[in-house]
Structures are given as structure tokens and as C-alpha cells.
């Protein structure tokens, strides 16, 4: 893979008459991690199932891994593996039915399930159907596909939502992890204080334009994280999340 | 591919098993309403056992199909193996397949409620099971194919018939000339010609869904 894990050009998607994302440009170097804020609607979810190749942009050029997410999405998603709201599970499997399915259609085997459900804290619930498991459980386990998929660009769509307090650590740990590995991280997020711990970049959002900081500049320091955090804070957040 | 598609289709075929069973029940039912509306002519229930025995497969199988996506939809399932990445026709495959199993054993389950309520029965056991299993391959391929582009729609339980039933009329027709030689004996030997039309429109609508479904589920 080269330096560039991930680019973005003048990528513009709208659903019906609505523009969800306007000329959005940023480049991700391979091996960081770049956390995407912005409110509710500002288009980080848009963002991230272009670049997973889920939806088609309307306008501009996006490549995952050197790959467009147009023309060559086959090869963006061997090596994409993306965290969505939806947690892309079936209801009437278990936990391990559900990631046999995963391994079975990515050919890998399934040796390496066990080690991935102990990973995510479910393996005491392996075996239980997963319409029984609360959101956070079914969080987990969507953590568990994507470690599963061992993916070179990850993208986390609010991978901290509906987690409780040891959730959030196993979520910092995964991105650690990931990282470590090699991969490059893209998660959208209102946890900002935590993230920013985590995240190499930043880049926010507002009604689908990049308002700052500068499309993939590093963070520089505290002082620009807090700045981030304050300014992307502007909507009403979760206890955890009240910042500065 | 295709057998990791499968696998996966028949674990939630299994799983809904009891839907399976509501089903059965619905197309017998109609199996007893099409008596009722023949009343007390054996003759005649004789005569149209075969057309009744495929409209209630019909009619049962467009539950069955509207239902089949019914886990893909539900968490978004489907995108998600399309995303990892999957090929979209092992994805289709097997669900058709799967579809076709099932609709298969409901018409072979149908058939004794047939013999019971129409007096229909018939010697050509295989024949007739040949002519299910065509019948039911012609339902399924455009059926799961609809049931894709129909799954997102609030009212896919209405859309799915209005979609599907003017493509299959061929494959019914066929069916149902077959299936009614079975029934009443074949002097002239005119079923083995309705089977090969079956056939044929039975690769036709495996070959074209197929290519289609890609179309269908990327967008």
C-alpha cells in the first residue's frame, strides 16, 4: 500500500435534491488514525459508506488503498472492513453463526473466531441468538466482524455508541491494536476528549463541507484538540462527552 | 462461494421453520377454498386438480419469497456481505436455491391435500415430482429476484405478485399442462413437450435473474 491510505477529492454525494456531502477534500496517510466530527446530518455517515463503497458518490474522486471506490470496488473491499450503524448482523443467529458466516464468505476459516469473540468480551454468549443480546452486546459483536475481516482501512461509524464505561476502554484497545497492526483508522465520533487521545488527524464536518481543521492536517497538540473539541461540541452530548 | 451462501440460507430457513409451517397451512387452505367454489363435482375437481394445485404453490410462495429478505433487510445484513466482499451472485444463488428447496418440499406437501380433496390421485409419482421440482425452479429464480427489488417497499407483500405472477405465466402454463397430463394420463405423450418448455424458460430465468441481481442489490 502507498503513503496515502486513503484521498479525497471534491467528493460530493446527495440524497434526492439534498446534498449530503459538497466538495469534501482530505488525504489519510497509511497507519493513522483520523477522527471525523461534526453534528448530527453533517454527513460523516455519507462519508464513510462512500469510502466503503456502500453508496455511489454523485461527484468527485475517492481511493481506499490506492483503489476508486468507483471503478474498482472490488479491491477496496478486500481490504475495507466498516463499522456501520447498522450492525449488519442476523437476528435469528447466534454470535458465532453470525461471524461463521463472515469467515465462510471471506474464505479464511473459522479457527479464529473463538480468539475474536474473547476479544470482544462474548464468548461466554457465543452460542446465544444474538435477538437476545442488548445494543451494546450487538456493538461488540460488530467490533468482532470487523477484527474478524483483519482489514487494512477501517472505518468506525460512532464505534463508541450504545457501549458502556468498559465498552469505551475495549474500543480504545481495538483502535490501538489496529493501529499497531498497520491499519489506518477512520472513525466519525462525539466522544472528542477521548478520541482526540487516540487520533493522529481531525477533521470536521458541517452540513457536508469540511469546516476544519485543514483537510488532513495533524493535530498539533492539546491545545488544537481542545479547540476541535469545543468548536464540534456545539450539540447537546452524553455526560461523558461534555468537554472543555 | 455459492456454498457459504447456501449454508447460510438454509441456517435461516431453519431457524424461521416454523413460518414454513404457516405457509403449508395457507396454501392448503386455498387448496379447500378451490373446492368450494367447484362444489360437489368429482369430474371436475378431477379436471382442474392441476391448476389448483399451482395457484395455491402461487399463491403460498409469494409469502414465502416477500419473507426470504426479510432477515437481509433487517439489520442491513445483506449490504454488509456485499461490503466484505461477497459476489453478488453466490449471494443470489443461494438464496434462489434455498427458495427453490422450500418451495419444492411445500408443493410436494401440497400434493397428497390434492389427492385428498380432488380425488386427483395419480400413478406417475416421479413424473410428478419432476414436474414440481421444474415448476418450482421457474417460481423461485424471478421470485427471489422481485423479492430483492421488492424487500425496502412497505407494501412488498402486494408489489411482489404484481411484479412477479406476469413473468411466470410461461412456467405456469407449463406446469400446469404437465402436471394435468400426470393427473388424467397422456395418450398423445404431450407432457414430455410442456416439460421442455418448462426447462427452457426454467435456464432462461436462472441465467437472466442471476446477472440481474447485481443491478438490483449494488447500487
Redesign the interface.
Known amino acids: 500500500m502507498s503513503d496515502v491510505a486513503v484521498e479525497v477529492e471534491q467528493l460530493a454525494r446527495r440524497y434526492g435534491r439534498r446534498w449530503a456531502l459538497v466538495d469534501v477534500t482530505f488525504r489519510v496517510p497509511t497507519a493513522t488514525v483520523m477522527m471525523v466530527t461534526g453534528r448530527n446530518g453533517a454527513g460523516k455517515s455519507t462519508l464513510f459508506r462512500v469510502l466503503?463503497?456502500?453508496?455511489?458518490p454523485d461527484r468527485g474522486r475517492a481511493t481506499v488503498g490506492g483503489f476508486d471506490v468507483v471503478h474498482e470496488?472490488?479491491d477496496v473491499?478486500?481490504q475495507?472492513a466498516?463499522l456501520?450503524h447498522?450492525?449488519?448482523?442476523?437476528?435469528?443467529?447466534s454470535a458465532r453463526?453470525n461471524l461463521d458466516?463472515?469467515a465462510?464468505?471471506?474464505?479464511i476459516g473459522r479457527d479464529g473466531i473463538a480468539g475474536v469473540l474473547e476479544q470482544v468480551g462474548l464468548a461466554a454468549r457465543a452460542n446465544d441468538v444474538i435477538s437476545t443480546f442488548s445494543a451494546g452486546m450487538r456493538k461488540r459483536l460488530s467490533f468482532a466482524?470487523v477484527l474478524l475481516?483483519e482489514p487494512k482501512i477501517v472505518l468506525l461509524d460512532e464505534p463508541y455508541g450504545a457501549l458502556d464505561p468498559p465498552g469505551f476502554d475495549l474500543v480504545d484497545e481495538v483502535i490501538r491494536a489496529l493501529k499497531a497492526r498497520g491499519a489506518t483508522i477512520l472513525m466519525t465520533t462525539h466522544q472528542i476528549e477521548r478520541s482526540a487521545q487516540l487520533a493522529d488527524l481531525t477533521l470536521m464536518l458541517e452540513d457536508g463541507r469540511v469546516v476544519g481543521p485543514a483537510a488532513g492536517r495533524p493535530l498539533s497538540g492539546p491545545l488544537d484538540r481542545g479547540r476541535a473539541a469545543r468548536e464540534t461540541a456545539a450539540e447537546p452530548a452524553a455526560p461523558q462527552e461534555s468537554v472543555c | 462461494m455459492l456454498t457459504a451462501a447456501l449454508r447460510k440460507e438454509l441456517l435461516l430457513q431453519w431457524r424461521s421453520r416454523s413460518q414454513m409451517m404457516a405457509v403449508f397451512v395457507f396454501g392448503a387452505a386455498a387448496l379447500l377454498l378451490f373446492s368450494f367454489a367447484i362444489g360437489p363435482n368429482t369430474e371436475a375437481l378431477r379436471t382442474f386438480s392441476a391448476g389448483f394445485l399451482w395457484l395455491g404453490l402461487l399463491l403460498s410462495s409469494t409469502l414465502t419469497l416477500a419473507e426470504s429478505f426479510h432477515a437481509e433487510m433487517e439489520n442491513r445484513a445483506l449490504e454488509g456481505l456485499l461490503l466484505l466482499p461477497s459476489n453478488p451472485h453466490a449471494l443470489y444463488y443461494g438464496k434462489a436455491i434455498a427458495n427453490w428447496l422450500q418451495l419444492a418440499v411445500l408443493g410436494v406437501a401440497l400434493v397428497p391435500v390434492m389427492v385428498v380433496l380432488y380425488d386427483a390421485g395419480t400413478t406417475q409419482l416421479l413424473n410428478l415430482l419432476l414436474i414440481i421440482v421444474l415448476g418450482t425452479a421457474g417460481l423461485s429464480a424471478p421470485g427471489t429476484l422481485y423479492a430483492a427489488m421488492t424487500a425496502q417497499l412497505k407494501a412488498k407483500q402486494m408489489i411482489l405478485p404484481l411484479l412477479l405472477f406476469p413473468l411466470i405465466v410461461p412456467a405456469l402454463l407449463a406446469s400446469v399442462k404437465a402436471t394435468s397430463f400426470a393427473i388424467l394420463g397422456d395418450p398423445m405423450g404431450q407432457a414430455t413437450s410442456w416439460i421442455v418448455l418448462l426447462l427452457a424458460f426454467d435456464l432462461i430465468y436462472w441465467s437472466l435473474c442471476g446477472v440481474l441481481f447485481r443491478l438490483v442489490v449494488e447500487e
Do not use: F, G
Open positions: 466503503a463503497t456502500a453508496i455511489r470496488r472490488e473491499r478486500k475495507t466498516l456501520a447498522q450492525n449488519y448482523l442476523y437476528e435469528s443467529l453463526e458466516v463472515v465462510d464468505h471471506l474464505r466482524r475481516q
